[in-house]
């Protein structure tokens, strides 16, 4: 299963972007889909995820900042990301888990909040 990122960029400090994730096949939702991101030198960290049954979960340096979601029919994952900073600088990856199909990662793409 090969997931396609889009929506990465450059922006300045304050202002917003909207990832996206295709996720194709025919077990979509089934998974538990997240977004995850990776700055130099850091470990890869988890930003949000949502489960097969639409619960969500994010990270708190992220909280009240971001938002994510999912649509079944059109098997994309989203993720709202508004008064972005200069720290949420990082290559953002998607990613679908489940226990019974695997787990598969997107190629990556790069967010920069610079002025």
């Known amino acids: 299963v090969q997931l396609v990122e889009s929506g990465g960029g450059l922006v300045q400090p304050g202002g917003s972007l909207r990832l996206s994730c295709v996720v194709p096949?025919?077990?979509?939702?089934?998974?538990?889909l997240g977004w995850y991101r990776q700055a130099p030198g850091n470990q890869r960290e988890l930003v949000a995820d949502i489960t097969n049954r639409g619960v969500t979960k994010y990270a708190d340096s992220v909280k009240g900042r971001f938002t994510i979601s999912k649509d079944n029919d059109k098997k994309t994952l989203e993720l709202q990301m508004d008064s972005l900073q200069p720290e949420d600088t990082a290559v953002y990856y998607c990613?679908?888990?489940?226990?019974?199909?695997?787990?598969?990662w997107g190629q990556g793409t790069q967010v920069t909040v610079s002025s």
């Open positions: 990613n679908a888990d489940s226990a019974l199909l695997g787990g598969y």
């Open positions: 096949g025919n077990y979509f939702e089934f998974y538990t």
